[in-house]
């Protein structure tokens, strides 16, 4: 039997609330998307970018590699790891950022793009329009290009991890035979092959590289798929 996968489906989204275990998921028929348990969340996005993914073939080799090797090692520990995002295309990223900010940080944020050179960022951002959300509480501190998912292919993943054959997202339970918490095994398996972690609280992520990816490489990377 496929694993059951859970999410919340925040407009184009898909997040995980504030409960460890995701009751409902909604398709949003409007945009002609859905979400299925199992499923790879699937949507032709403006600008004729890739859709989102949590397939690790997505990810740049080397990289998937590792992740591939982690997960395994993880499941020494009778810890089932499932990859939830891989690729991320920098709408969808626009839309994770605007969702926690308020119409002013979005319109700095366009200028200050537009500023440093920017442009198709600026538009992308800018282009995606409001986003619902909860203000201030801020899913990402990253703007389109400057994460590891927005690049193809990409280099970093988000996970969770599986408990009795449900995808949780929590940082404290433990379980499998070493009684073990999926997120901080996962960390430190990751870490130890030489990947990197995201900031603290996000667990879910992991990344080839420290830092933020290179935004002007990205910009590049945008004009070409949109033509700009
Ligand atoms: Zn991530």
């Known amino acids: 039997m496929a694993p059951e996968y859970r999410f919340l489906n925040v407009g184009e989204l898909i997040l995980p609330t504030d409960e460890h275990v995701v009751e409902t998921w909604e398709p949003c028929g409007a945009e002609g998307y859905s979400v299925q348990p199992g499923e790879v969340f699937r949507r032709r996005v403006a600008g004729g970018f890739p859709p989102q993914s949590r397939d690790l073939d997505d990810l740049e080799t080397s990289f998937r590699n590792l992740v591939a090797e982690t997960i395994a090692a993880c499941a020494e520990f009778g810890v089932t790891i499932v990859p939830t995002r891989t690729y991320r295309p920098p709408d969808a990223q626009a839309r994770l950022w605007r969702s926690s900010r308020t119409a002013d940080e979005v319109s700095a944020a ?97 990344q080839a590289a420290p830092g933020a990816a290179d935004a002007d490489a990205a ?5 070409s798929v949109i033509g700009a």
Request: glycine share 10%; aromatic share 10%.
């Open 110 to 206: 366009v200028a200050a793009l537009q500023a440093h050179g920017r442009p198709v960022t600026a538009q992308i951002l800018e282009g995606v329009g409001p986003q619902p959300g909860k203000l201030g509480r801020h899913v990402t501190n990253a703007l389109p290009g400057e994460s590891w998912h927005n690049i193809r292919p990409a280099m970093a993943a988000d996970v969770a991890w599986m408990v009795d054959g449900v995808v949780v997202w929590d940082t404290e339970r433990s379980a499998g035979a070493y009684n073990r918490n999926g997120y901080r095994l996962f960390r430190d398996e990751a870490t130890k092959r030489g990947l990197y972690r995201g900031p603290a609280w996000d667990w879910a992520h992991i």
């Open 219 to 223: 910009e590049t990377y945008f004009a």
